[in-house]
């Protein structure tokens, strides 16, 4: 087969974000005036691509990101398995790893390889990576898309950039991200591969 080319990006900035909130997959936020012109400006810098297909999570924030494209009338499908990881009883809070000690500490356990571990009423990291799991099977079969825009949630897709490319759940902070950021990939047809991390250069006027 040729190279699939996949273009991995976050979703835009939503209040949520700017306040600290945690969102997860059960806050259906929606993006704020700064998200939407990031949006505009990934649209701007990526619309001449021949994209196969477009694929988002459930939650609007995604759909909203790449509208510009589904404006286009590309082919579009939603995939729960690309949701955010569920906080569980803190979605909806502002905690940060300073001030609550129990997220803290169940970071530091993915950290340190017990990716089991979950807040209350949340998912773990393995849980995350087993719902992605059938639509990396999509990515793999669906040769005939050779080149796919995917938008999702910033802990999801560390979880998801993990499991293409082969690396423990442990090592998913390593993926740095940033509200629509960019991770373009390949796909051979027996592995995946990086070929630009972490890009944000379609943003610059944006910050």
Known sequence: MSVKKIYLIRHGQTDFNVR??????GVDSSLNETGY????RFFAAYKHLPFDKVYTSTLQRTQQSVQGFL????????????NEIS?????????TPEEDEEYNGVLQQW?????????????SPDEVA?????FID???????????????????????????????????DAFEHRNLCLYKLHYTGSMFSVNSFLDVMHLEECV
Request: net charge positive; proline share 4%.
């Open 20 to 25: 600290g909130i945690v969102q997860g997959s």
């Open 37 to 40: 012109q990031q949006a505009a």
């Open 71 to 82: 404006d286009l009338d590309l082919p579009h499908e939603q995939h729960a398995g690309l």
């Open 87 to 95: 906080w569980g009883v803190r979605e909806g809070l502002r905690i």
């Open 111 to 123: 950290n340190q390889g017990q990716t089991q571990a979950r807040l209350l009423g949340g998912e």
């Open 130 to 134: 087993a719902r992605q799991r059938p």
């Open 138 to 172: 999509l990515l793999r079969s669906r040769t005939a898309e050779e080149s796919v825009l995917v938008c999702m949630h910033g802990r999801a897709m560390r979880v998801l950039l993990c499991q293409l490319l082969n690396y423990p759940l442990s090592f998913m």
